[in-house]
């Protein structure tokens, strides 16, 4: 019999289970059960067979569990710096083989998870699996029920021992502390195991599942709590949650994000206990000392995502201009600040990867460039949520030409030049139709030409984003 709070708040010291079976099922097989922690005794008892668990970390209700088959039981050993522990595997019969082929891949995970956040939570007594009939899995304390041994199954289970079980969720209006830490974990898996490109394919299938609907929040409403779909929505709580932790990764830098990660998982106030979205923020804020308001504003408590229009030219040969527009799916979100990435190819091949800090429409960005530009691709490796996005050659300098005006023209005794604000201009040129100098000064609004013949003057600008010619017709 379990006494216990079924509630966010409050975690068991500890935990005995005693599981008290028949010894054989009907065909004669051994009975065997499983349960947190580690196996302490098993005593028969006539026909009967009493096996005892013992866990000693905290533990909220909804992650003890038993079960009790005709286990086949296999382990592997974490060598854990020295202090080895095992994972031990309870698998039925007729999967046994199956399971032993799929289930070895556990001790890299687990080494991995411990190299890039800190050791398992609950190394001093075990971590395990053991096979339901369920669909999917479940992140019990130190024993995950698995339907399969699928090595993404595998990932998210094991994550969810930092995330979930040591740490738990303060509230189900923060179930994606649990769930879209567990699934962005199981995407560092394949970064780390398979690589760039599988990650990006990765990225990509969770951004088109995000963006497939316009709207949706990552953090619930009192109302969304009593739903349990809606608690478990796999493209808002588990998808759009492990993409807002990359882009968080991608705007604060692996350093930071890593370093923020571990100080959370450490915290004192949140270690074996629970922890809100309101206070992972502060702890992130601090490990990068960037103010992330309007970042989870945006991602976590609003709704949609941008679709981004790119314009772009090339001025001169050291630079191209890039012009960031973006619309939003959905109007709680007034414009999304995010670093865009673009990948500027050249004509000969060339690459080279810019992430631009949008913050505002029609955005200017002057980057500079040591080939001619082809193409620009936009997040190349799918590190943004964003759909419906294009990117345009500007018609080379026309439009920027179209922004400076000459007036009177005709002109008579002189003419006035208007530029817009951001583009500087150094000098002022004025030939004749014979190509001959006639005229120059560094920048002034208005230029005296009433000296000069009748016919079409030309104005060439220096300007901060290149030369540009425009003519002028003197009566
Ligand atoms: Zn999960």
């Known amino acids: 019999m379990v006494l216990c709070k079924q509630d966010l708040n409050d975690k068991a010291d500890s935990l005995d289970v005693y599981i008290t079976t028949p010894r054989f099922n009907p065909s004669n097989e051994e009975y065997v059960a499983v349960s947190n922690g580690l196996e302490q005794s098993q005593v028969i008892n006539g026909i009967n067979k009493t096996t005892h668990f013992k866990h000693r970390y905290a533990i909220p209700a909804y992650l003890i569990a038993i079960a009790v088959t005709n286990y086949e039981v296999y382990s592997h050993t974490v060598d854990n710096s020295g202090n080895p522990f095992d994972i031990v595997n309870y698998v039925y019969p007729e999967n046994l083989s199956s399971a032993q082929a799929s289930t070895p891949i556990t001790v890299d995970i687990m080494n991995l998870y411990s190299n890039l956040f800190e050791e398992y939570p609950f190394a001093n007594e075990k971590y395990g699996h053991a096979q339901f009939g369920w669909g999917g899995g479940m992140e019990h304390t130190t024993v995950s029920f698995m339907g399969s041994f699928g090595r993404d199954l595998i990932a998210h289970e094991l994550a969810h021992q930092w995330f979930g079980d040591k740490i738990t969720c303060g509230s189900w209006k923060d179930i994606w502390l649990n769930e879209g830490f567990a699934t962005y974990l199981s995407g560092l898996t394949i970064?780390?195991?398979?690589?760039?490109?599988?990650?990006?394919?990765?990225?990509?299938?969770?951004?088109?599942?995000?963006?497939?609907?316009?709207?949706?929040?990552?953090?619930?409403?009192?109302?969304?709590?009593?739903?349990?779909?809606?608690?478990?929505?796999s493209r808002l709580t588990y998808n759009k949650g492990a993409m807002v932790l990359h882009m968080l990764r991608k705007k604060i830098g692996d350093n930071n994000f890593f370093q923020g990660i571990k100080n959370y998982l450490s915290n004192?106030?949140?270690a074996y206990s629970y922890a809100k979205t309101?206070?992972?923020?502060?702890?992130m804020e601090a490990a990068s000392g960037e103010n992330l308001t309007a970042f989870f504003n945006n991602w976590l408590y609003k709704e949609g995502y941008p679709s981004y229009t790119i314009e772009w030219n090339q001025p001169s040969v050291n630079q191209v201009h890039i012009q960031i527009s973006q619309t939003q799916s959905d109007p709680s979100v007034s414009y999304f600040e995010a670093p865009v990435p673009l990948r500027l190819i050249g004509a000969l091949g060339e690459t080279l990867d810019i992430t631009l800090n949008n913050t505002v429409n029609q955005e200017d960005f002057f980057n500079s460039v040591n080939f001619t530009v082809a193409s620009i691709q936009f997040d190349p490796e799918a590190d943004l949520i964003s759909k419906n996005n294009t990117v345009t050659l500007a018609n080379n300098k026309s439009e920027i030409e179209n922004n400076f005006l000459l007036y009177p023209n005709p002109?008579?005794?002189?003419?006035?030049?208007?530029?817009?604000?951001?583009?500087?201009?150094?000098?002022?040129?004025?030939?004749?139709?014979?190509?001959?100098?006639l005229y120059q000064t560094q920048w002034t609004q208005k230029i005296n030409v009433a000296s000069f013949s009748s016919g079409v003057l030309f104005v060439q600008l220096d300007t901060s984003q290149g030369v540009i010619n425009k003519s002028v017709l003197k009566n």
């Open 411 to 437: 002109a008579q005794d002189n003419f006035t030049i208007t530029k817009p604000d951001n583009i500087e201009v150094d000098q002022i040129k004025i030939f004749n139709i014979f190509g001959q100098l």
């Open 268 to 270: 004192v106030n949140y």
């Open 191 to 233: 970064e780390n195991l398979d690589g760039g490109t599988s990650f990006k394919s990765w990225k990509a299938q969770l951004i088109s599942s995000i963006t497939s609907i316009p709207n949706g929040t990552v953090y619930l409403t009192d109302t969304d709590t009593t739903n349990v779909n809606r608690i478990f929505s």
């Open 278 to 283: 309101e206070d992972f923020i502060p702890i």
